[in-house]
């Protein structure tokens, strides 16, 4: 085979190293003379069995060859080829006339795997050619060394694409000169009878048919028609990998417990040229040829398999012969008949027989893959199709896209197309072959998603990321976007059929999965007509498709995995500068682009290797995905950034103000997608607070001990958060910022107020509303999720209600509510309801919590507060319970359903509280054990938390529950009651107090049946 020139890429070849045995004791025991004759004929032998299984022999050095398959053009079949060319080798050296008497001997080696090849240039001569460079080669050549003589090694790629072709043997590992690891070996042996890969693939497939009944319905339906003596094509088209072999196993299991004939021809990719090929090879099925033997035995089987079809006439016999190659036998019959004659004659005996193997019967005809099928078959089988219109046959033939139907409609019968599986089907194949779990439900999710629902590409990813999900642990190290090497010789032939178009889907693979006509035009830089004529190429060859992903005209590659290739081949220079130049031209000619989407601009500056350019660029998308509340993607561009950072900077000279703000923006997104509580937010707080202090950078400074202070609130860590809000107080009494002020007075009489220190909470609190007031607070932009005056307003109402103040309760409420309507912000309206209706609950005022909790339910609703959302469904389950306006049990399961959706947000606040309410609930609803333990894990909730201000109404709700739950025991329950009242006062809570009294005196009159809860 010609290479072509093309430029240097990165791609998977198969290369084979053969070197003869004993060539220095040749050199010793030959002349010179009869030493290059010898190798002449060694090198003959050589050239003739690679070209004829299509490999490159790249060079000759001295007793060895060094061959490449799969270069300059990818083939499916490079590997396979590469190893029938080493079999071929082995048997034809020893073959060759040697002039000592030993015959010749190699051993060979043949490996598979990247590497960046070369331009070589077409007119150079072999010797001259470039190496291929990586560590293929070197493989190649110590399994070479490695063999025993006339063995033929291969590696475990080789042996993995290979494997249903030939009878391999697994020789362990071993180690190699040059590797530092141990190197698994497979010596080849024999061929299987399946004679290509697709052939081979659902031999060995060990997948049920998933999905496709439909399809599988059609398939017996016509069957049964052709039964019934009206035969049938069915054609069934498409992709390479889709399933057509399979759906045709799958109808050839159907049938097997029913009586009738079958027939299997297939065409394959080496075979195009070979006429009748695949019906010669089924000749030699048919009539049971073993190997290795003699032609005149194969003579007679042949005759006799003739025989019993009815073809007994010479001439039909020799021409049968001739064609699966069959010497020595009587050829006279043949030598005054032309070629168009003999070719008559073989298709009407081929006819004939199959006529006679029919018999009437129902027979199923499968022709694999028509798109390699070489012209004479073509034509025998169209013939085939002509007759089977009258006989009960059906011809299922199978076929790739590019394969053009030469049939009328009349005579097609019926033609399916294959299309991608749904998800659903693609996920099954995952899970079938994934029977052990291995594979974590994200990489199951990575495989459906990048395989487009072909099933070849979801089986043969799902099977290497299992390989590598067992060398390198659950996540699957940093292999996990390669492609599987069973799959890259078939993609890369794909795109190594295009010609010039090749460089335009490299363009588009570098912008993406899909991108718009104007960027790839500007990128290309070519005239218009010769894009459009290349656009035109890459939509035909199945490559592109139109794209709806984009507005105006956009196109994208219908496969990821056709993508992945064509990134891949190129090197990782060029691919460099052409993220470079696409990264230029978004900035120079799509700002509205870049406006919308930084990230696909810092994408390309971060693949081009300008980590500088990028960052600001990351920040701006961190910044843009944060103020549209999309946390996660802020987190990952943030993070981006950050690494980048630090793989351009090393430690001593890292611009700490930069860092400080990824590190910020990192903290307040993660804060936002995962709330205050999740562990790495509390982390990377910590470590800006390490680096703002060495910054002495006090304005971030004060943002960190704020977030720090939040992060400790929602954990429950109440000490550290008093400690934090302390430093807050601290920086503002150094800097008299304002903002700090607020803030700073805010969260410290937040926590406060929250342990239960109701006057440090109040005078805290009113210093902030202050502040805010005389600083227009309004008009300020403060570092929290949410306005420190509403803040500061709600827990105040708090402390007043725990003053026993409810018209100064309502009349902070209202003040607050006031100030959330000027704001404008749903977050802060809801923000004060939620308040509101804690208050409510704790005055008891249940109707008007009901509706109040409707309110934020429907709010949160359209907003996504998940957070209130979860908080009004508790406390409606409890007010519909207290009201009476609910079973308890109905009531029971919406609170319930608000304390799950609270738990799996990590909303821990004030959790103690709620679950006192819920163990009520229990109570209430007569699940006395249910209410006992969970008034337990209540009480338990709010010690751990500090949360003191709710620690007296905890007991009041435990005095309630050990009432109706041990009756008897009204002193245990009155003690209770008095430990609460205990707490309130030292508090200074009168209104709890004031409560607890009354509840003591209700308790002390009635029985306990009617104990009020
Ligand atoms: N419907 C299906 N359910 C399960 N596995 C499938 C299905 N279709 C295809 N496969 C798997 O995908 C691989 C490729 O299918 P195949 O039938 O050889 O494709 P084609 O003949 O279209 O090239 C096979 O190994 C087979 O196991
Ligand atoms: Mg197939």
Request: proline share 4%; hydrophobic share 40%.
């Given at each position: 085979?010609?290479?072509?020139?093309?430029?240097?890429?990165?791609?998977?070849?198969t290369?084979?190293?053969?070197?003869?045995?004993?060539?220095?004791?040749?050199?010793?025991?030959?002349?010179?003379?009869?030493?290059?004759?010898?190798?002449e004929?060694?090198?003959?032998?050589c050239?003739?069995?690679?070209?004829?299984?299509?490999?490159?022999?790249?060079?000759?050095?001295?007793?060895?060859?060094?061959?490449?398959?799969?270069?300059?053009?990818?083939?499916?079949?490079?590997?396979?080829?590469?190893?029938?060319?080493?079999?071929?080798?082995?048997?034809?050296?020893?073959r060759?006339?040697?002039?000592?008497?030993?015959?010749?001997?190699?051993?060979?080696?043949?490996?598979?795997?990247?590497?960046?090849?070369?331009?070589?240039?077409?007119?150079?001569?072999?010797?001259?050619a470039?190496?291929?460079?990586?560590?293929?080669?070197?493989?190649?050549?110590?399994?070479?060394?490695?063999?025993?003589?006339?063995?033929?090694?291969?590696?475990e790629?080789?042996?993995?694409?290979t494997?249903?072709?030939?009878h391999?043997?697994?020789?362990?590992?071993?180690?190699?000169?040059?590797?530092?690891?141990?190197?698994?070996?497979?010596?080849?042996?024999?061929?299987?009878?399946?004679?290509?890969?697709?052939?081979?693939?659902?031999?060995?497939?060990?997948?049920?048919?998933?999905?496709?009944?439909?399809?599988?319905?059609?398939?017996?339906?016509?069957?049964?028609?052709?039964?019934?003596?009206?035969?049938?094509?069915?054609?069934?088209?498409?992709?390479?990998?889709?399933?057509?072999?399979?759906?045709?196993?799958?109808?050839?299991?159907?049938?097997?417990?029913?009586?009738?004939?079958?027939?299997?021809?297939?065409?394959?990719?080496?075979?195009r040229?070979?006429?009748?090929?695949?019906?010669?090879?089924?000749?030699?099925?048919?009539?049971?040829?073993?190997?290795?033997?003699?032609?005149?035995?194969?003579?007679?089987?042949?005759?006799?398999?003739?025989?019993?079809?009815?073809?007994?006439?010479?001439?039909?016999?020799?021409?049968?012969?001739?064609?699966?190659?069959?010497?020595?036998?009587?050829?006279?019959?043949?030598?005054?008949?032309?070629?168009?004659?003999?070719?008559?004659?073989?298709?009407?005996?081929?006819?004939?027989?199959?006529?006679?193997?029919?018999?009437?019967?129902?027979?199923?005809?499968?022709?694999?893959?028509?798109?390699w099928?070489?012209?004479?078959?073509?034509?025998?089988?169209?013939?085939?199709?002509?007759?089977?219109q009258?006989?009960?046959?059906?011809?299922?033939?199978?076929?790739?896209?590019?394969?053009?139907?030469?049939?009328?409609?009349?005579?097609?019968?019926?033609?399916?197309?294959?299309?991608?599986?749904?998800?659903?089907?693609?996920?099954?194949?995952?899970?079938?072959?994934?029977?052990?779990?291995?594979?974590?439900?994200?990489?199951?999710?990575?495989?459906?998603?990048?395989?487009?629902?072909?099933?070849?590409?979801?089986?043969?990813?799902?099977?290497?990321?299992?390989?590598?999900?067992?060398?390198?642990?659950?996540?699957?190290?940093?292999?996990?976007?390669?492609?599987?090497?069973?799959?890259?010789?078939?993609?890369?032939?794909?795109?190594?059929?295009?010609?010039?178009?090749?460089?335009?889907?490299?363009?588009?693979?570098?912008?993406?999965?899909?991108?718009?006509?104007?960027?790839?035009?500007?990128?290309?830089?070519?005239?218009?007509?010769?894009?459009?004529?290349?656009?035109?190429d890459?939509?035909?060859?199945?490559?592109?498709?139109?794209?709806?992903?984009?507005a105006?005209?956009?196109?994208?590659?219908?496969?990821?995995?056709?993508?992945?290739?064509?990134?891949?081949?190129?090197?990782?220079?060029?691919?460099?500068?052409?993220?470079?130049?696409?990264?230029?031209?978004?900035?120079?000619?799509?700002?509205?682009?870049?406006?919308?989407?930084?990230?696909?601009?810092a994408?390309?500056?971060?693949?081009?290797?300008?980590?500088?350019?990028?960052?600001?660029?990351?920040?701006?998308?961190?910044?843009?995905?944060?103020?549209?509340?999309?946390?996660?993607?802020?987190?990952?561009?943030?993070?981006?950034?950050?690494?980048?950072?630090?793989?351009?900077?090393?430690?001593?000279?890292?611009?700490?103000?930069?860092?400080?703000?990824?590190?910020?923006?990192?903290?307040?997104?993660?804060?936002?997608?995962?709330?205050?509580?999740a562990?790495?937010?509390?982390?990377?707080?910590?470590?800006?607070?390490?680096?703002?202090?060495?910054?002495?950078?006090?304005?971030?400074?004060?943002?960190?001990?704020?977030?720090?202070?939040?992060?400790?609130?929602?954990?429950?860590?109440?000490?550290?958060?008093?400690?934090?809000?302390?430093?807050?107080?601290?920086?503002?009494?150094?800097?008299?910022?304002?903002?700090?002020?607020?803030?700073?007075?805010?969260?410290?009489?937040?926590?406060?107020?929250?342990?239960?220190?109701?006057?440090l909470?109040?005078?805290?609190?009113?210093?902030?509303?202050?502040?805010?007031?005389?600083h227009?607070?309004?008009?300020?932009?403060?570092?929290?999720?949410?306005?420190?005056m509403?803040?500061?307003?709600?827990?105040?109402?708090?402390?007043?209600?725990?003053?026993?103040?409810?018209?100064?309760?309502?009349?902070?409420?209202?003040?607050?509510?006031?100030?959330?309507?000027?704001?404008?912000?749903?977050?802060?309206?809801?923000?004060?309801?939620?308040?509101?209706?804690?208050?409510?609950?704790?005055?008891?005022?249940?109707?008007?919590?009901?509706?109040?909790?409707?309110?934020?339910?429907?709010i949160?609703d359209?907003?996504?507060?998940?957070?209130?959302?979860?908080?009004?469904?508790?406390?409606?389950?409890?007010?519909?319970?207290?009201?009476?306006q609910?079973?308890?049990?109905?009531?029971?399961?919406?609170?319930?359903?608000?304390?799950?959706?609270?738990?799996?947000?990590?909303?821990?606040?004030?959790?103690?509280?709620?679950?006192?309410?819920?163990?009520?609930?229990?109570?209430?609803?007569?699940?006395?054990?249910?209410?006992?333990?969970?008034?337990?894990?209540?009480?338990?909730?709010?010690?751990?938390?500090?949360?003191?201000?709710?620690?007296?109404?905890?007991?009041?709700?435990?005095?309630g529950?050990?009432?109706?739950?041990?009756?008897?025991?009204?002193?245990?329950?009155?003690?209770?009651?008095?430990?609460?009242?205990a707490?309130?006062?030292?508090?200074?809570?009168?209104?709890?107090?004031?409560?607890?009294?009354?509840?003591?005196?209700?308790?002390?009159?009635?029985?306990?049946?009617?104990?009020?809860?």
């Amino acid at each position: 085979m010609k290479p072509v020139k093309r430029p240097a890429e990165r791609r998977q070849v198969t290369v084979l190293f053969c070197d003869l045995v004993n060539s220095t004791s040749l050199a010793e025991q030959l002349d010179p003379e009869e030493l290059m004759e010898l190798f002449e004929s060694y090198y003959a032998v050589c050239d003739d069995v690679v070209s004829t299984h299509f490999g490159y022999l790249a060079q000759y050095l001295g007793d060895g060859i060094l061959a490449y398959f799969g270069y300059p053009d990818a083939s499916e079949e490079a590997a396979p080829n590469a190893v029938r060319a080493g079999l071929r080798l082995r048997d034809s050296i020893r073959r060759i006339d040697s002039p000592t008497s030993e015959a010749l001997r190699c051993r060979i080696g043949i490996a598979t795997g990247s590497v960046v090849a070369n331009a070589i240039q077409h007119n150079e001569t072999p010797h001259k050619a470039g190496l291929m460079i990586g560590e293929t080669p070197n493989l190649a050549a110590r399994l070479q060394s490695a063999a025993e003589p006339d063995q033929i090694l291969v590696s475990e790629n080789t042996y993995r694409i290979t494997t249903g072709l030939f009878h391999h043997q697994n020789l362990g590992r071993r180690e190699l000169k040059g590797f530092n690891r141990a190197i698994p070996l497979y010596a080849v042996g024999e061929e299987t009878d399946s004679s290509c890969r697709s052939q081979a693939r659902w031999k060995t497939s060990v997948l049920p048919l998933i999905g496709r009944q439909q399809e599988r319905e059609l398939l017996l339906k016509t069957w049964q028609t052709a039964c019934e003596g009206q035969g049938q094509l069915l054609l069934l088209q498409g992709e390479p990998g889709i399933g057509k072999s399979h759906l045709v196993g799958e109808l050839k299991r159907s049938l097997i417990d029913q009586g009738h004939r079958q027939m299997s021809w297939y065409c394959g990719p080496n075979t195009r040229e070979s006429t009748l090929h695949p019906i010669a090879e089924q000749i030699n099925r048919a009539a049971g040829f073993e190997k290795g033997e003699a032609d005149e035995s194969r003579h007679e089987k042949l005759a006799k398999l003739m025989q019993r079809y009815g073809a007994t006439e010479a001439r039909s016999l020799e021409v049968l012969a001739d064609l699966i190659g069959l010497s020595g036998a009587n050829r006279s019959a043949l030598n005054e008949l032309t070629p168009e004659k003999k070719r008559q004659i073989r298709l009407d005996t081929l006819l004939a027989m199959i006529q006679a193997w029919s018999n009437g019967e129902p027979s199923l005809i499968i022709v694999e893959d028509l798109h390699w099928i070489d012209p004479t078959t073509l034509e025998l089988l169209d013939r085939l199709i002509t007759t089977a219109q009258h006989q009960p046959w059906m011809v299922l033939a199978t076929a790739r896209p590019e394969f053009i139907t030469p049939w009328p409609s009349s005579k097609h019968g019926v033609h399916l197309n294959l299309e991608r599986l749904d998800r659903t089907a693609s996920e099954l194949i995952c899970s079938c072959l994934n029977s052990e779990e291995a594979l974590s439900p994200q990489l199951t999710r990575r495989i459906v998603e990048r395989c487009d629902g072909i099933p070849l590409f979801v089986e043969e990813t799902t099977k290497s990321m299992l390989e590598l999900v067992r060398a390198k642990g659950p996540d699957g190290g940093d292999g996990i976007d390669n492609i599987p090497e069973t799959l890259q010789d078939s993609l890369v032939a794909r795109l190594d059929r295009l010609g010039a178009a090749r460089r335009l889907a490299s363009i588009g693979a570098v912008i993406g999965r899909s991108f718009s006509y104007d960027l790839l035009e500007s990128v290309a830089s070519q005239p218009d007509d010769l894009l459009r004529e290349q656009m035109d190429d890459l939509m035909e060859s199945g490559i592109l498709q139109v794209s709806d992903q984009i507005a105006g005209e956009a196109y994208e590659f219908k496969h990821a995995l056709i993508r992945d290739a064509a990134y891949e081949t190129m090197l990782k220079r060029e691919r460099q500068i052409l993220h470079e130049q696409i990264a230029q031209t978004l900035l120079c000619h799509f700002h509205q682009l870049v406006d919308a989407e930084p990230q696909l601009l810092a994408h390309h500056f971060t693949r081009a290797g300008s980590f500088a350019q990028a960052i600001p660029h990351w920040i701006s998308a961190g910044r843009r995905s944060a103020d549209m509340a999309s946390h996660e993607e802020a987190v990952q561009h943030f993070q981006t950034a950050l690494d980048l950072l630090r793989e351009a900077c090393s430690q001593e000279d890292l611009p700490a103000s930069l860092e400080l703000t990824l590190l910020l923006g990192l903290a307040m997104s993660l804060a936002g997608s995962r709330s205050y509580s999740a562990p790495e937010v509390g982390l990377i707080l910590e470590e800006s607070r390490a680096l703002a202090e060495r910054l002495d950078d006090s304005q971030s400074f004060f943002t960190i001990l704020r977030g720090i202070c939040n992060f400790a609130i929602v954990s429950c860590d109440l000490d550290n958060a008093e400690r934090s809000a302390g430093q807050c107080i601290q920086l503002w009494e150094q800097a008299q910022d304002p903002i700090h002020g607020i803030e700073a007075h805010f969260a410290l009489g937040y926590v406060h107020y929250i342990k239960g220190s109701m006057a440090l909470g109040r005078k805290h609190l009113s210093e902030s509303i202050q502040l805010y007031h005389l600083h227009k607070g309004w008009d300020l932009s403060f570092p929290s999720t949410h306005d420190p005056m509403i803040g500061s307003l709600t827990a105040l109402a708090m402390v007043e209600h725990a003053a026993g103040d409810p018209s100064q309760v309502a009349a902070t409420l209202e003040q607050a509510k006031q100030h959330a309507l000027r704001l404008g912000r749903n977050y802060e309206t809801v923000y004060t309801m939620g308040h509101e209706l804690l208050i409510h609950v704790l005055q008891g005022r249940y109707l008007e919590a009901i509706a109040l909790s409707d309110t934020i339910l429907s709010i949160s609703d359209a907003y996504g507060y998940l957070t209130w959302r979860a908080i009004a469904k508790v406390y409606k389950g409890v007010s519909l319970a207290q009201a009476g306006q609910a079973d308890p049990g109905e009531a029971l399961s919406i609170a319930m359903e608000g304390m799950r959706e609270q738990q799996r947000l990590g909303v821990m606040t004030l959790e103690g509280f709620r679950l006192a309410e819920i163990a009520t609930l229990h109570s209430l609803a007569g699940a006395i054990s249910e209410a006992l333990s969970t008034i337990h894990a209540a009480e338990e909730a709010v010690n751990r938390s500090g949360e003191s201000y709710f620690l007296p109404l905890v007991h009041v709700r435990k005095a309630g529950v050990i009432a109706r739950a041990m009756g008897h025991d009204k002193p245990g329950v009155l003690e209770i009651l008095d430990q609460a009242l205990a707490m309130a006062k030292r508090q200074g809570a009168s209104s709890f107090a004031t409560m607890i009294n009354e509840k003591k005196q209700v308790y002390a009159r009635e029985d306990v049946g009617s104990f009020s809860l």
